[in-house]
């Protein structure tokens, strides 16, 4: 199992030293000093300080790798982040584990596929969808915010969670950031919503609600058929029975329209650690709210190691988007949304110099997974554009839904204005920051993410990643290879979902594209492609077109079968019964149902 240090090029840490292969230089050689002039150790490398570094991980939310400049958007203006990959280390092939919020974060959190955890579904609701449900990241799950606590490091996060909140109480708290390490947490518990602005379309699930009235009127049928039986003495049966169907129906219809009907409430809340301060939210000051809290985390901790992990809400629909970027940019409110959180992440970046941290801060930025193409409204495009890659959220293989921006930037300690081309995950950020925080992996499990330290110093030449496994819910979609000893990346499409109009690359017909059924295509031979030589997964190879086609299929295959051979059954936290709304696990400010309260104060960060 791969531990922290365990890396040849980076010793034992010791106390007071600096960690590197080379002689330790004297504690008098600082981490500010060294950063200050670009000062590499004597062997021609930058050494790693014994000074734990502070951590600030930003994660985007639907944003597809095609809207940043540094990744060749050049019309929507993202000045900041753009900085940010010219000071540090842009890596091009930065895959997210899953296409989706839920799954994809939590093997962010974790390092580890989400079916390892549980958090990958075998059914077609694969994102957690209330506050009220009962599935979560498993309290067994080790995050790197408690690997880092551990640590001594203050740990915080700002933003979006989407892994969960209670088990079997409304105030048991068993998924809840508090309890995977963190120790404060100001944000939102699920995600944003359509229903969390006004004159939206219903969310979650709108196809679910439709089946829900149906059944209803079902219900109503069978229950004025027996009435009517009753009635006219074709059935001899007491008023009781009729009475007793009728409360049930009423029962079944209050239990899913009190739930949708009520989302905004049920679901766009905001959190302080245990305690709600908005039911419900208030959008047009959230940015400034998670933007005042993330700069006051930095500024309380700024004389002890921390970790802030910024969770943005940022791009996820509705785009609610302050006036001041309002018709900015050239690609309508996306376009809008997309250049406030580049210019949040501006005022992130400014509060970390102003306080003297920069040269001692680990600073990053990436999206949970690609764009989603399926949203629009009439004509307006609502979704991000994934570049040149096939595909968007949703999907489990296509690259556009998983390949994703991926910038870490620490001055003196990584290489400015370097491009790394080779595959690296999501989960990769959990074992590399655990190293440098001087921790250890946990011993009792899989790990999938590696240490990208020595790549991203250029120590290395290729990534340790020989194979990744592409999952869409729990099926497997697709697969790839890096062919290190001849600079092919393969990839075997197992499942592809059946695009909606017909090659209209998503499913537009469905909002977002199904895992399995008839929703989905088997391929057997797969379809296989070489991402070196074709990324956009144009055309498939065959027999006919690549002479390496079936010792690439078996040996791929082979790689699979020794992957299943590591997952062992854990229980489904997106199973039907976890993630349907339950009144008695109701986040609640005040007294069930009237759930209603604002507790922020009318002064935030003003918003320019």
Request: charge should be neutral; glycine fraction near 10%; charged fraction near 15%.
């Amino acid at each position: 199992m791969e531990t922290s240090g365990s890396t040849p090029a980076f010793g034992a840490r010791k106390e007071g030293r600096w960690r590197g292969i080379c002689p330790p230089f004297p504690r008098l050689f600082t981490v500010t000093y060294l950063a200050l002039f670009g000062l590499p150790n004597a062997c021609g490398v930058f050494a790693i300080p014994d000074i734990k570094p502070n951590i600030v991980l930003m994660l985007a939310d639907d944003l597809g790798i095609g809207d940043i400049g540094c990744y060749g958007n050049n019309t929507i203006r993202t000045p900041n982040i753009d900085q940010l990959a010219k000071e540090g280390v842009k890596l091009t092939q930065h895959i997210a584990t899953a296409s989706l919020c839920t799954p994809s974060r939590a093997a962010f959190l974790t390092g580890r596929y989400p079916i390892r955890s549980g958090m990958a579904s075998s059914n077609a609701h694969r994102a957690l969808n209330w506050n009220a449900g009962s599935g979560g990241l498993p309290v067994n799950e080790t995050t790197f915010a408690k690997v880092l606590h551990q640590q001594g490091y203050a740990t915080g996060l700002v933003g979006k969670w989407h892994q969960g909140v209670n088990c079997d109480s409304a105030k048991d708290h068993c998924h809840h950031p508090l309890n995977h390490g963190f120790d404060y947490f100001y944000g939102m518990p699920l995600t944003l919503l359509n229903n969390c602005q006004d004159n939206k379309d219903s969310e979650p699930y709108a196809a679910l609600q439709t089946k829900l009235w149906f059944y209803t009127q079902l219900i109503a049928l069978a229950i004025l058929t027996v009435t009517t039986g009753k009635l006219i003495g074709l059935f001899s049966i007491t008023w009781k029975t009729p009475l007793f169907l009728a409360l049930l129906g009423f029962l079944f219809f209050l239990s899913w329209y009190s739930s949708y009907g009520f989302v905004r409430y049920w679901n766009c809340i905001l959190m302080r650690n245990h305690d709600i301060t908005e039911q419900p939210m208030k959008l047009e000051r959230t940015t400034s709210l998670i933007l005042r809290e993330a700069v006051s985390f930095i500024r309380s901790n700024k004389h002890r190691p921390f970790l802030l992990f910024v969770s943005f809400l940022h791009v996820h629909t509705p785009l609610f988007t302050t006036k001041r970027f309002i018709g900015k940019s050239q690609h309508g409110i996306y376009g809008d949304n997309v250049e406030e959180m580049d210019w949040v992440v501006g005022q992130i970046l400014d509060a970390i110099d102003k306080e003297g941290l920069r040269n001692n801060t680990l600073a990053y930025f990436a999206s949970d997974h690609g764009g989603q193409l399926e949203a629009q409204e009439d004509s307006i495009q609502l979704g991000g554009w994934n570049g040149i890659y096939k595909g968007g959220k949703g999907m489990g293989g296509w690259e556009g839904g998983i390949r994703v921006p991926g910038i870490f930037r620490w001055p003196g300690m990584l290489p400015a204005n370097t491009v790394v081309d080779e595959p690296t995950s999501l989960m990769d950020v959990y074992p590399t920051i655990t190293h440098l925080a001087g921790g250890i992996l946990p011993q009792d499990r899989i790990i999938d993410g590696k240490n990208l330290f020595p790549l991203l110093q250029q120590k290395v030449k290729h990534s340790e990643h020989d194979f990744m496994f592409h999952y869409c819910g729990s099926y497997l979609h697709a697969v790839r290879w890096h062919q290190k000893d001849t600079g092919a990346l393969w990839k075997a499409h197992y499942v592809t979902p059946i695009f909606h109009p017909k090659d209209a690359g998503a499913c537009y017909g469905k909002g977002l594209c199904p895992c399995y059924g008839e929703g989905v295509t088997h391929h057997d031979p797969p379809l296989l492609f070489d991402l070196s030589r074709d990324p956009s997964e144009a055309v498939s190879l065959s027999a006919q077109t690549e002479p390496m086609f079936h010792a690439v299929i078996k040996q791929i295959e082979k790689a699979v079968e020794e992957h299943r051979r590591t997952l062992t059954p854990v229980p489904q936290q997106m199973s039907f019964f976890n993630i349907i709304w339950k009144p008695w696990l109701q986040p609640c400010c005040g007294t069930f149902p009237l759930c209603w309260c604002d507790k922020e104060s009318t002064s935030s960060v003003p918003m320019g």
